[in-house]
């Protein structure tokens, strides 16, 4: 058991342990991944070089990371490289873990011929909190590419580093625009590259058309520099960002293919069409959901009076009521069987006779 492990407390302790340990009654605590692995053939330098990388990881991807290293270390090893080299290629222990948290790879650590030293340099580019895995896979893939160009055109790991400066702004270039060679070929400050990382955000373009408009503001601020005027003023005379950058979009749509923008403005009429018929309706709609029906008069009320101006000796209702009740079960029956079309011809009708029948049998009631 490690000094750290020693000095949590016991049901930690347990919790941590292996349950091949606590099968055999061991209560050992948190394992240290390089501890459980075979690592006899490798050099004692290399496994510290591999140990202070894992010491900044956590969780699972620790002990992936672990076997991946000495995995790999003992094939190069077999191979005939040398270990120093490797030491050396580990060397910069707090850069490669942030780019492994980064990127959940290590397969770039030892494949990318790059100096130890740019490491560090390679994570200020590469390492973006709102950038998801696979584009840090990807700017890391270019990025190692570009580095390794600029190696093999003469250029010294310091001039590189001098270069990139504190790489700020340049991570937010290189991720949108997807190039870096480009980049690096001015000479300008951060707060000079923080404004075109500005624009160039805003202008909301394709990567090629920000990589372009990145390259022309660029050439702006580095002909400015050469001609002998300061950050500030050039700053100042360059205006706000999202003025510029909505200037330089509207340009870059107008420059568009014709087939773009005869679909985009066919979507936009589309959506303005489906505006103006839909918030009508959903106004009808909601209404006739929230609204509740407000009765002003009583129909009822208004039939009463109406029959109530009717002088009682004339109203014609009891007499109805008391012919009705004098008939009984049978004459209903009776008038049911009746042929009522008959009553409406008249004498002319076929069964004119019956119904005369039915109506003086039933002369007191009518």
């Known amino acids: 058991m490690n000094v750290a492990s020693a000095s949590r407390p016991k049901w ?10 606590l099968l055999r009654g061991q209560i050992t605590g948190p394992q240290e991944p390089l501890e459980q692995l075979d690592t006899s053939d490798l050099p004692g330098s290399l496994v510290e070089a591999i140990q202070a990388i894992t010491d900044r990881l956590d969780g699972r991807l620790r002990w992936k990371v672990a076997i991946r290293l000495a995995k790999s270390c003992s094939n190069l090893l077999r191979e005939g490289c040398a270990a120093t080299q490797l030491v050396e290629q580990l060397s910069e222990p707090e850069s490669i873990a942030a780019l492994i948290r980064a990127t959940r790879r290590t397969d770039w650590i030892l494949n990318a011929p790059l100096p130890a ?3 560090p340099t390679v994570e200020r580019i590469v390492v973006n909190q709102d950038v998801k895995t696979r584009a840090a896979r990807q700017m890391l893939n270019r990025v190692c590419q570009t580095l390794q160009w600029q190696l093999d055109g003469g250029r010294t790991p310091e001039e590189i580093v001098t270069q990139c400066g504190d790489a700020a702004a340049l991570s937010g270039l290189v991720y949108e625009t997807h190039s870096l060679g480009e980049l690096l070929d001015y000479q300008l400050s951060e707060p000079l590259m923080a404004v075109v990382l500005d624009v160039v955000q805003k202008s909301r373009l394709w990567p090629a058309e920000k990589r372009d408009v990145a390259c022309e503001l660029c050439d702006h601020f580095a002909d400015g520099i050469e001609k002998g005027e ?4 050039l700053i100042e005379s360059f205006g706000a960002p999202k003025t510029a950058a909505k200037l330089i979009r509207r340009a870059r749509l107008r420059n568009r293919p014709f ?13 303005i069409l489906l505006i103006l018929i839909l918030v009508p309706w959903s106004v009808v709609t909601v209404r006739l959901m929230v609204a509740r029906p407000t009765i002003k008069f009583d129909m009822v009320q208004q039939l009463d009076e109406q029959s109530r101006t009717i002088p009682r000796e004339e109203r014609a209702w009891p007499l109805y009521l008391q012919g009705l009740s004098m ?12 042929d009522l079309a008959g009553m409406s011809d008249g004498p002319a009708g076929k069964n004119w006779p019956d119904v005369k029948k039915y109506l003086k049998s039933h002369s007191e009631q009518i």
Do not use: F, M
């Not at 008939?327 to 009746?338: C, E, F, P, Y």
């Open 12 to 21: 930690k302790q347990i919790l941590h342990t292996p349950l091949s340990h």
């Open 117 to 119: 030293r740019l490491w």
């Open 230 to 233: 300061s950050e500030a003023a």
């Open 259 to 271: 087939r773009w923008r005869a679909r985009r403005r066919a979507w936009q009429s589309l959506g």
């Open 327 to 338: 008939l009984t079960k049978v004459d209903r029956i009776n008038s049911a069987k009746l």
